[in-house]
């Protein structure tokens, strides 16, 4: 039950992420929530092996390579979906940001705990 919940919750945090950052569409719910779980699954595969492979820049650059992977994953899945867009980088990033936050407001508010 709690994956569902979160898998819902993402969708919606990336249904007002692309409303809210300009250069990011979204064709509806089911496209945000198909993203989401791609966005996941990329940076739990791909990511994780890029991470693994700079491990020692991302520690002197104290996470910021963590961040810019993540936003390539975001870049990645956008080429294999239609009905999820995004201008460039910039926008990407903008969106990694604000979906965080959203999601972050989302969990407080559905009481969603990370134990």
């Not at 990511?47 to 910021?64: H, K």
Request: glycine letters at 8%; proline letters at 2%.
């Amino acid at each position: 039950m709690k994956l569902i919940l979160e898998i819902l919750l993402m969708g919606l945090a990336m249904m007002l992420g692309s409303y809210l950052v300009p250069g990011v569409s979204v064709d509806g719910y089911g496209s945000a929530i198909i993203a989401a779980v791609l966005i996941a699954i990329a940076n739990a595969t791909i990511g994780l092996l890029l991470r693994v492979f700079t491990f020692p820049l991302n520690v002197l650059t104290l996470g910021l390579i963590s961040f810019i992977i993540t936003v390539l994953m975001i870049l990645l899945v956008d080429n294999w979906m239609t009905g999820f867009n995004t201008s460039g980088f910039l926008a990407a990033a903008i969106l990694a940001i604000a979906v965080s936050v959203i999601k972050m407001i989302l969990d407080s508010i559905f009481g969603v705990d990370k134990k």
